[in-house]
């Protein structure tokens, strides 16, 4: 049984140019003269790149996708603290991933609130280099920044997409959505004696 491949079209590349040049530039050369032993000229023209270069992918490829290594997907759920200092970083590897993303997009869905937050990036927006394969974010930094939607103190899910967005599921060498990941975020409560004075520590 033949295989099927899909082909994707690259921009414009410098190569496929680079050898239309060489080419043209080798097989365009005329001589002229006049007369005997007249004396002959030959110019050479070098073209310029305008082609394409093409991948093509067999459609009975996986799919792309990542397997998480920080925290382990063989671990229990994790429970982190929104403390000043206190950092999380996600880390993964990717999976038969034959395309790679532009950019990843990663974000934190809160399952009590529906809510979805940005989770690191340069930007605070949650998006990194397609080629990344782990990100850092500091929620009580998150939550300091004017007019955010403040984290809860509930479960999470992590979604990991790249530019196609949420929807991009099941096609062959490229990446898929992620959403495997469960976590959970608490906030710290200062203790209260009896006397109602706060206790000046992090608990």
């Known amino acids: 049984m033949s295989s099927v491949a899909n082909t994707i079209t690259q921009p414009p590349g410098t190569q496929t140019g680079a050898q239309t040049g060489s080419q043209t530039g080798s097989g365009t050369g005329a001589g002229s003269g006049s007369g005997t ?3 002959g000229t030959g110019s050479g023209t070098g073209g310029t790149g ?3 270069s093409t991948t093509s992918i067999n459609q009975q490829a996986p799919a792309g996708g990542l397997i998480m290594t920080q925290p382990p997907q063989t671990a229990s759920a994790s429970y982190y603290k929104i403390a000043q200092n206190d ?3 996600f880390g993964w590897n990717f999976t038969y991933l034959l395309v790679q993303p532009t950019s990843l997009t990663v974000q934190a869905i ?4 529906g809510f979805t937050y940005p989770v690191g990036g340069a930007s605070g ?4 280099p397609g080629t990344a394969t782990s990100v850092v974010w500091d929620p009580y930094g998150y939550e300091q920044s004017p007019g955010v939607q403040r984290l809860a103190a509930e479960s999470y899910t992590l979604r990991i997409m790249d530019e196609r967005g949420a929807t991009a599921l099941g ?3 490229m990446f898929n959505a992620y959403s495997g990941l469960k976590f959970a975020l608490y906030k710290p409560k200062d203790p209260t004696p009896l006397s109602g004075e706060i206790l000046d520590f992090d608990s």
């Open 37 to 39: 032993g007249g004396s």
């Open 50 to 52: 305008g082609g394409s």
């Open 87 to 89: 950092f999380i970083t």
């Open 125 to 128: 927006d949650g998006v990194i």
């Open 171 to 173: 096609t062959p060498g």
């Open 110 to 113: 809160c399952g009590a609130n």
